[in-house]
């Protein structure tokens, strides 16, 4: 379900105002990097299980390399 580089959305906002979080560690413990400032948090799993609200879906950048 939950895997590295992913996107989610939380149930309540960080502090500067962004909900969106970046998956960096998946574990017992989460490392979650929010996206609108950058700080990153150690979270219980069972924390972001509960306040989990949705996945953002990814964008892939593709490189096109001319020559």
Known sequence: EFEIGSVIKMKKPHPCGENRWE?????????????????????????????????????LLLEINHG
Request: aromatic share 14%; hydrophobic share 35%.
């Open 23 to 59: 998956i960096l560690r998946v574990g017992m413990d989460f490392r979650l990097k929010c996206q609108g400032c950058g700080h990153q948090v150690m979270v219980p799993r069972k924390v972001v299980e509960k306040n989990f609200k949705g996945f953002y879906k990814k964008y």
